[in-house]
């Protein structure tokens, strides 16, 4: 007996119908976005057209190469997507070139390093520790494993990056690279100095934007295009793109990235994330954007002003971007317990070392902050001092179940007034 396979249409059911388990997890946990405060600097709410595009078609080519010498058939209509794609990038930052491939940040970071270093070779990164990523030089990252790293880091004084350091550390150590930018550090990052040091001893000077890439764009953080070989970022955090990365700089390196990152690293692009690259960047480029990024900023000033006022101690004294770092010894509470309770009452944090921390990273005495999501479901600087309120309310009563209960009810309130993604729960 001859079986035939059913027509694609006929077997075309809506996620709900054809997979009711993975689509009750996915309404569960547009639920919890809707129903909390998130509040963790590196993540945001992409927009319906940004979703479209990461759901498309796309996801089926098969692109490897760049668009016009791909090793693939039918790339005509991809290579369109992402030559719009790198355009509006290098419009919206100003940057010569931009590989858009990289399916992460660190795979972006790691395109600079196949690019310009061997095994073996000393480059310069702000220690995890003080404010920098995983990817500029931990030893369990590749950074760190096969490469030589130089750690610098922030004065204790101040808690500002030790420029002084940065320089004497170039001069003794003549890196082949130097990493500006990190995860947890909430000031302007004065690009020139490291511009300076870079030249003095023949280095690449890379910035890692990945958490202020949104803010450049929007006029409202102090871009380091002018000042970089290359810059690299994720899409995802304040840029408020699909989760990806990519890599910018000046035309003399173009040829370098592009062959680091195909086929040093990887096979095929993502091409429906790399068109949702292109939405994101169109999106970007709009005034309404600078808007976003400049409230970004304001919440993030009124929320750090809030907890200050209530005794918390903010890392550096304030913020001039998306994020902050709290200290909570003032509230005597560890970062790993301020995280599990703030999740209680539906405020989402992760904990995080301060600078020069006493405790293990996995118990730390602080958490990160950050306003980029918050800011656009729509809050602004009068919302910032009700969730100052939540935070320390949350975290001074954190063996009470009935203020805890409370500031829970108080927190859901305020967030089914910001409605964001309601439209896509059914029940
Ligand atoms: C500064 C910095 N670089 C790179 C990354 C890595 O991005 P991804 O998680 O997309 O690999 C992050 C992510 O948090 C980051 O903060």
Not at 384 to 406: R, W
Request: aromatic fraction near 8%; charge should be neutral; charged fraction near 20%.
């Amino acid at each position: 007996m001859s079986t035939t396979t059913p027509s694609y249409e006929a077997r075309s059911r809506s996620l709900k119908q054809s997979d009711p388990e993975v689509f009750a997890l996915i309404q569960r946990e547009t639920e919890r976005q809707e129903y909390g405060l998130e509040m963790i600097p590196s993540e945001n709410f992409v927009s319906e057209a940004v979703l479209e595009a990461m759901g498309s078609t796309l996801t089926n080519k098969y692109a490897e190469g760049q668009p016009g010498k791909r090793y693939y058939g039918g790339c005509h209509v991809v290579d369109e997507v992402e030559n719009l794609a790198s355009a509006r990038v290098c419009e919206l930052f100003g940057a010569d070139f931009a590989n858009v491939q990289p399916h992460s940040g660190v795979q972006a970071n790691q395109a600079v390093f196949e690019a310009f270093l061997k095994p073996g070779d000393t480059f310069m990164g702000l220690r995890l520790d003080q404010g920098g990523h995983l990817s500029h030089g931990s030893p369990v990252n590749f950074s760190g494993m096969h490469y030589k790293v130089v750690g610098y880091g922030v004065k204790e004084a101040d808690g500002l990056i030790d420029y002084d350091q940065v320089r004497s550390l170039a001069r003794e150590h003549k890196p082949k690279l130097i990493i500006a930018g990190g995860s947890a550090y909430s000031r302007q990052i004065d690009w020139k100095p490291f511009r300076e040091a870079a030249d003095e001893v023949g280095a690449i000077f890379m910035a890692d934007i990945a958490h202020y890439a949104g803010l450049v764009a929007g006029g409202s953080y102090v871009s380091p295009v002018q000042f970089a070989d290359i810059v690299t970022t994720t899409t995802h955090k304040t840029l408020r793109g699909p989760r990806s990365g990519m890599v910018m700089g000046r035309e003399a390196h173009r040829k370098a990235i592009n062959k680091a990152v195909f086929p040093g690293l990887q096979g095929g692009p993502h091409m429906h994330t790399i068109a949702a690259k292109a939405v994101m960047a169109r999106e970007a480029l709009t005034p309404d954007f600078k808007t976003y990024a400049a409230q970004v900023v304001a919440n993030a000033r009124a929320l750090a002003e809030g907890l200050t006022k209530r005794g918390l101690k903010i890392v550096s004294g304030g913020t001039d971007s998306h994020l902050m770092l709290v200290d909570l010894r003032p509230v005597g509470v560890s970062g790993k317990i301020g995280e599990e309770v703030l999740d209680k009452v539906g405020i989402t944090v992760n904990k995080n070392t301060v600078p020069f921390d006493p405790q293990p990273p996995s118990v730390c005495s602080g958490i990160r902050l950050g306003t980029p999501a918050l800011t656009t479901r729509g809050m602004g600087v009068a919302e910032m001092a009700h969730v100052a309120e939540f935070i320390y309310e949350a975290l001074a009563n954190a063996q009470s179940e009935a203020k805890l209960k409370t500031v829970a009810d108080n927190v859901r309130e305020l967030s089914k007034k910001f409605p964001l993604y309601r439209h896509r729960l059914t029940r």
